[in-house]
C-alpha cells in the first residue's frame, strides 16, 4: 500500500513540476540549477622562465710575462692549488735592471691597494663613531610605544655595529696580506740587487692554477677561484624578462636536492657580434645562495628563473573567471540562496590558474562553470540519491510523505 502510494504521488509530484517550469511568469523559470559548485581555496602560483646554465668559477684571474724579462721556470703545475702569496714562476737572475723595475712595479702596485684599504677602514671606523647610544629606560616614563621604538632602533644599530666590526676585521687580514707580499717582494728587490736569484712572481689570489702556456704566450696561466657560479645564455626575448635578483632554483639529474640561487648579472651585449642573419644572445649569471654543494667546473645545470610569485593567494581555475571587456567577476553563492555576480580584481595567471587580489575571500563559494548561470537569481543544487534517503523514507508514514511534498509544492 505504501509503495503505491509514494509511487502515486511521485507521479503527481513530476506533473506538477512540468506545469510550474512550462506555465508563463513562473518562478521555477527563473532558478538556476548548478551542478556544481566549489569552495574558493588558496595556494601557490609561480611564473618561471626554464633555461639551462654550466658551473663556472666565480673569479679568473689571468697572469701575465714581462716579454722583456727572460724567463727562467715555472714553479707550480697544470691544477695545483695555491694560496694567495704562492710563487707561481720565476725570470733568469741576468737583466737585473728590468727585473728590479718589475719588483719595484709590484711593490708601487700593492702599497696603493693598502693605502685604499686604510681609507676604507677609516671611513668605516668614523662611521661606527657617529652612532649615538638610545637610551630605552630613561627617567622621564615615555610613552611604551615609544620605548617600544628605541628598542627597535637600538637593536638595528647594534647589529649595523657587529656587522662594521665584521667588515673592519676582514679588512685588516686583506691589510695583513698585502703586506706580507709586499715584505717578501722587498726581499726579493735586496735578493737581485745582491745577485744571487731571479724574480720570483707570486700568487695574488687562491685557487686553482689552470691555462698553463708552456709555449710561454700570454696570459702565462689563470688561476680559478674556489667560488663557482653559474652562467647561462638568454635568448633575445627571454632577457626581456629577466631582471637582478630574481630568485633561481637550481637542480639536475646528479643533486638530491634543488639549490636556491638568484640573478646577480644580465650582460647588456650578446655573446658575438650581433647580425641580422642570427639571433643574438645574452650571458647571464646565476649565484648560489649556499656553499654546501661542491660542483665540478662544467657540470650543467637546470636553471628555473622565478619571474613572479604568489604565496597563500586565492586561486581559481580560469574559466571560472567572466570577462566584460576590462572588467571580470565570479558567480558567488550568498547565504539567502541567490547568484551574486560578483567584481573580482585578477593578479598572476599560471597554467590557466588565476589569483584573485580582491573581491572574494578564500572560504566563500562559488560557480566553477559560468555557462551554467544566465544572470542573477536563485538556485537550486542537484538532488543526490542514495541508500540513506530510501532508508528514511521507509521509516516517514504516509501523513508525513504527503505533508513534505505538499510543503514543497506550495513554496513553488
Known amino acids: 500500500m505504501k509503495k503505491s502510494l509514494i509511487l502515486l504521488l511521485s507521479v503527481l509530484f513530476i506533473g506538477i513540476n512540468i506545469f510550474l517550469l512550462e506555465k508563463d511568469g513562473s518562478k521555477a523559470k527563473r532558478v538556476t540549477h548548478l551542478s556544481q559548485w ?60 728590468e727585473q728590479l723595475a718589475v719588483v719595484d712595479a709590484e711593490i708601487s702596485r700593492l702599497e696603493s691597494e693598502k693605502e685604499n684599504i686604510n681609507f676604507y677602514i677609516e671611513e668605516l671606523v668614523r662611521m661606527k663613531a657617529n652612532f649615538y647610544t638610545i637610551d630605552v629606560f630613561s627617567q622621564e616614563k615615555p610613552e611604551v610605544e615609544s620605548q617600544a621604538a628605541k628598542a627597535v632602533e637600538a637593536a638595528s644599530l647594534n647589529g649595523l655595529s657587529l656587522s662594521l666590526d665584521q667588515t673592519i676585521a676582514e679588512k685588516e687580514l686583506e691589510k695583513s696580506n698585502i703586506e706580507e707580499t709586499i715584505q717578501q717582494y722587498e726581499t726579493q728587490r735586496e735578493t737581485i740587487q745582491n ?3 731571479g724574480l720570483t712572481i707570486y700568487s695574488p689570489v687562491e685557487g686553482t692554477v689552470t691555462a698553463l702556456s708552456l709555449e710561454l704566450k ?27 635578483d630574481m630568485p633561481v632554483k637550481l637542480y639536475s639529474s646528479e643533486l638530491d636536492k634543488k639549490i636556491t640561487g638568484k640573478v646577480i648579472l644580465i650582460e647588456e651585449l650578446p655573446l658575438e ?14 649565484e648560489p645562495e649556499t656553499e654546501d654543494e661542491k660542483w665540478r ?116
Open 273 to 286: 657580434n650581433a647580425a641580422l642573419d642570427q639571433p643574438s644572445f645574452y650571458r647571464f649569471t646565476i
Open 218 to 244: 700570454n696570459p702565462i696561466m689563470s688561476i680559478f677561484s674556489k667560488n663557482t657560479i653559474v652562467e647561462g645564455q638568454l635568448s633575445e626575448k627571454q632577457v626581456e624578462k629577466v631582471q637582478l
Open 38 to 97: 566549489d569552495v574558493l581555496n588558496s595556494g601557490n602560483l609561480e611564473e618561471t622562465l626554464q633555461t639551462e646554465g654550466m658551473v663556472v668559477p666565480a673569479e679568473k684571474q689571468p697572469i701575465f710575462l714581462d716579454p722583456q724579462t727572460p724567463f727562467k721556470n715555472f714553479l707550480v703545475e697544470n691544477g695545483e692549488v695555491v694560496e694567495k702569496g704562492t710563487p707561481l714562476f720565476e725570470y733568469e737572475s741576468s737583466h737585473q735592471e
Open 297 to 412: 667546473v662544467g657540470h650543467h645545470l637546470q636553471a628555473k628563473i622565478i619571474l613572479a610569485e604568489a604565496h597563500g593567494v586565492p586561486i581559481v581555475s580560469q574559466k571560472s573567471v567572466v570577462k566584460n571587456g576590462r572588467h571580470a567577476f565570479l558567480w558567488a553563492l550568498t547565504e539567502d540562496g541567490t547568484l551574486e555576480e560578483r567584481p573580482i580584481q585578477r593578479g598572476l595567471l599560471v597554467d590557466k590558474r588565476q589569483e584573485i587580489t580582491s573581491g572574494m575571500k578564500t572560504g566563500e563559494y562559488y560557480v566553477p562553470n559560468p555557462k551554467e548561470v544566465r544572470k542573477t537569481s536563485p538556485f537550486i543544487t542537484s538532488f543526490q540519491w542514495d541508500k540513506q534517503m530510501f532508508h528514511t523514507w521507509k521509516e516517514f508514514s504516509s501523513r508525513k510523505i504527503i505533508k513534505y511534498l505538499l510543503v514543497g509544492l506550495l513554496q513553488r
Open 195 to 197: 745577485g744571487m736569484n
